[in-house]
């Protein structure tokens, strides 16, 4: 049976003065799914966070968090969140553990050993004494994580938290979020200008580009679209020698020179013929590679060619 969404975005508008911000958004994000904002700086996706977890008032639109309206039931609904928008707000003069007994003295129910848990779950049992002002930039993000789902919240919202981590650090929040999401059953929400890491962490993908959602897809559909061409590469000893073999079989494709060989687009079945045909001149053929279309890729496709930072 499947199980209904933790978060539900219907229509969501924001407009300031005679600017629309968000322009009429909807989406769903599902227990333990790790599902991806993407967007250019400036594309709203900061105003679609915030408008979930109740900092900006929505000009239309609704907010469902475990079927209770954000607008209409806020404290009933927002017991459900955990949120680092966008930076984790910490006592850097207090302990790792210290913070999070602070918090934890907030929160109903949250025993030494959910706190225990957390420290484990977030990987900073060794560091966990220290003072937060001696954590890297990563190590203080993951404490902010520990600090949002200590109450044990059914969706975690982080807003580009990998801003400022070094690729050791994008790794780690990675891990740790898909672990969240497994052995959690929590779903997480994350915003990013970063196409690969939402590519690596997410599980579902939203375009957003001027404050209107473009498409909303699995990672696995970013791939190549169904055609009848298929983008290759040859490995091949004398690259130079390819355009009289072309010219041979009648064709005139495009190819370009990459390292140890050439590009081109083919069909499968003059993939085949291209390759006797390299093989009839005398050329050493050393492997044939289908070139999937990336995350990147769709993406520059669906908006027209407009890059993220």
């Known amino acids: 049976m499947r199980q209904a969404p933790v978060l539900s975005i219907r229509?969501?508008?924001?407009?300031i003065g005679k600017r629309t911000i968000v322009n009429r958004v909807s989406f769903d994000v599902n227990p333990g799914e790790v599902f991806g904002l993407l967007g250019p700086n400036g594309a709203g996706?900061?105003?679609?966070?915030?408008?979930?977890?109740?900092?900006?008032?929505?000009?239309?639109?609704?907010?469902?968090?475990?079927?209770?309206?954000?607008?209409?039931?806020?404290?009933?609904?927002?017991?459900?969140?955990?949120?680092?928008?966008?930076?984790?707000?910490?006592?850097?003069?207090?302990?790792?553990?210290?913070?999070?007994?602070?918090?934890?003295?907030?929160?109903?129910?949250?025993t030494p050993e959910r706190i225990e848990d957390v420290i484990s779950l977030v990987r900073l049992d060794g560091r966990i004494d220290d003072l937060v002002k001696t954590y890297s930039l990563g190590m203080r993000q993951r404490l902010?994580?520990?600090?949002?789902?200590?109450?044990?919240?059914?969706?975690?919202?982080?807003d580009e938290p990998t801003n400022g981590l070094d690729p050791a650090g994008i790794r780690e929040l990675r891990d740790y979020l898909r672990t969240l999401s497994?052995?959690?059953?929590?779903?997480?929400?994350?915003s990013s200008h970063l196409l690969s890491e939402m590519e690596l962490m997410c599980d579902r993908v939203a375009i957003i580009q001027h404050g209107q959602l473009i498409d909303v897809k699995s990672v696995g559909?970013?791939?190549?679209?169904?055609?009848?061409?298929?983008?290759?590469?040859?490995e091949v000893?004398?690259?130079?020698?390819?355009?009289?073999?072309?010219?041979?079989?009648?064709?005139?494709?495009?190819w370009t020179t990459v390292p140890r060989g050439f590009a081109?687009?083919?069909?499968?079945?003059?993939?085949?013929?291209?390759?006797?045909?390299?093989?009839?001149?005398?050329?050493?053929?050393?492997?044939?590679?289908?070139?999937?279309?990336?995350?990147?890729?769709?993406?520059?496709?669906?908006t027209g060619g407009e890059t993220v930072g």
């Open 11 to 15: 229509a969501l508008s924001k407009t």
């Open 45 to 110: 996706k900061t105003t679609i966070i915030r408008m979930i977890v109740g900092l900006m008032a929505a000009t239309e639109g609704e907010v469902f968090i475990n079927g209770v309206s954000v607008q209409k039931r806020f404290e009933e609904a927002i017991q459900h969140v955990g949120a680092i928008v966008e930076n984790p707000e910490l006592y850097k003069f207090m302990s790792g553990y210290q913070n999070l007994l602070h918090f934890a003295d907030m929160v109903e129910g949250v």
């Open 144 to 158: 902010g994580v520990a600090q949002a789902i200590l109450h044990r919240p059914l969706l975690l919202i982080l």
């Open 182 to 190: 497994q052995e959690e059953g929590i779903a997480v929400l994350v």
């Open 221 to 234: 559909e970013w791939g190549p679209e169904q055609t009848d061409s298929i983008s290759v590469e040859f």
């Open 237 to 254: 000893d004398q690259p130079e020698t390819v355009a009289s073999v072309l010219g041979d079989l009648g064709w005139e494709q495009p």
């Open 264 to 302: 081109i687009e083919l069909t499968r079945e003059q993939i085949a013929e291209l390759n006797a045909g390299l093989v009839k001149r005398g050329m050493k053929v050393y492997g044939i590679k289908a070139l999937e279309k990336r995350l990147e890729d769709r993406f520059l496709e669906i």
